[in-house]
């Protein structure tokens, strides 16, 4: 059977074995017709998920997406997800049972709609040709109850126009998602991109429902990048997405030993993926060393895998003598986060939704570019109370140091009547599931 592809070339699929219809992948989900949600739940039949995931350099989507999953699986014990990622770290998360990934050619976002490969020396058209044909092939071979795509109707670079395609042509039981966070870049910007890359069509023509991680009263989504009308009627918000750790144990990752002898407070420092955060840790350490002794407390900094180790090097050598322990960590933050008495970070979707969740003294720092996406999100919640900022641009050992003292004082706490709803990821997940009962 030969599949078109997105950029007008074609790739071969093998044709299942004793299929004579011409279309060996549109066959019933089970021999009484399409199962009910409950009779997934039952086990009847175990609900298979799909997850395209595209990080790039990062790891949010892919933390973000593993959440919903959580839910999904909460609800259905014996559903089965599968993740495509491009993240080069991936799975870097413990996935939960039954749940695998394919890991696909890592592109990564240089600015709005440009991309380059990360580490295959070709060019980006022939590897984007490599990913659609990967992402279209195990989409109907899989032939998923749910495909969640996460954050682009279309993909990087419209690699998702074919496989849609075909899954609503061979697998038309399968209820495609789209998932969005609460803030994507500068409304004009975006809204201009996924005009002219043909985002709203795909939106419109392939999906049965469109979830918001996020709340209309903090960003409109649908106003502020003018959705159409048809893509408009389809999209719900779910509140914000986080991990549900409500019953994981308060002290679930040790703090080091020499911190635990001490009666302190704990300030965590972490920039997410680590790729560009250190600049501010650096700077961190410059206040840490113009606090001491005058204000006593011990600290964390947790570089993310993709610092550059020279950069990690340089953080470890400043660090020395001060009560400030360097370390890349391990799978994720969660365990520290939960400890610490104040946070410091990056102004990540996944990391200020974390602090919301448990109610975290906070400092952001905003990645100043190239995408709006963070100033955004600094700019608007903390004008709600809900964590203290600094820009960049005016990041100084002196204002640094000052702005740590205040909150280790707690004299700028979150204001917790403006919390938004942070249930997004449960939402999300009994959203989609209802998405099976249409038909």
Not at 248 to 263: D, I, M, S, W, Y
Request: net charge positive; charged share 20%; hydrophobic share 40%.
């Amino acid at each position: 059977m030969i599949v078109p592809m997105h950029n007008n070339s074609t790739t071969e699929i093998g044709l299942e074995a004793g299929a004579g219809n011409g279309e060996p992948w549109r066959r019933p989900l089970s021999d009484d017709g399409p199962l009910t949600l409950d009779a997934r739940k039952n086990g009847k039949a175990p609900l298979k998920l799909l997850i395209y995931s595209q990080d790039g350099f990062g790891l949010g989507h892919l933390r973000r997406n593993l959440n919903i999953g959580l839910q999904i699986k909460k609800r259905c014990p014996r559903a089965s997800i599968l993740i495509i990622a491009d993240s080069p770290q991936a799975p870097f998360f413990k996935l939960p049972p039954q749940c695998d990934f394919i890991k696909i050619p890592t592109i990564v976002k240089v600015d709005t709609g440009i991309w380059r490969p990360d580490r295959l020396p070709m060019h980006y058209k022939e590897l984007l040709s490599i990913r659609t044909e990967i992402i279209q092939n195990v989409a109907v071979s899989f032939r998923p109850d749910l495909f969640l795509v996460d954050h682009m109707p279309h993909g990087a670079l419209g690699e998702l126009a074919g496989p849609l395609k075909m899954i609503k042509q061979y697998c038309p039981e399968t209820k495609i998602i789209l998932g969005l966070r609460d803030i994507l870049g500068a409304p004009e910007v975006i809204h201009q991109q996924w005009q002219q890359e043909g985002a709203f069509e795909a939106a419109a023509a392939y999906y049965d429902q469109v979830c918001i991680y996020g709340c209309a009263d903090v960003f409109n989504v649908m106003a502020e990048y003018r959705f159409p009308a048809a893509v408009a009627a389809k999209t719900s918000y779910c509140g914000y997405v986080c991990r549900d750790e409500a019953k994981a144990k308060p002290n679930g990752g040790a703090l080091p030993e020499a911190f635990a002898q001490t009666r302190e407070k704990f300030v965590l420092v972490t920039g997410g993926g680590g790729a560009d955060a250190s600049y501010f840790m650096d700077k961190f350490i410059d206040a840490v060393r113009a606090l001491q002794p005058r204000i006593a407390f011990n600290a964390l900094i947790s570089t993310g895998p993709f610092m550059h180790k020279d950069q990690r090097q340089g953080l470890y050598k400043k660090a020395k003598g001060l009560p400030v322990v360097v370390t890349p960590s391990g799978q994720d933050n969660i365990r520290f986060l939960r400890q610490a008495d104040l946070v410091i970070s990056m102004a990540g979707y996944n990391t200020i939704s974390e602090i919301l969740r448990f109610r975290k003294n906070a400092i952001i720092i905003p990645r100043p570019g190239p995408s709006a996406e963070q100033t955004m999100r600094t700019r608007i919640m903390a004008g709600r109370g809900l964590f203290s900022s600094i820009h960049p641009h005016d990041l100084t050992t002196e204002s640094f140091a000052e702005l740590i003292a205040r909150q280790l004082r707690g004299e700028d706490g979150m204001n917790e009547d403006e919390l938004p709803n942070l249930s997004g990821a449960a939402n999300a997940a009994a959203l989609m599931l209802s998405a099976l009962e249409a038909h």
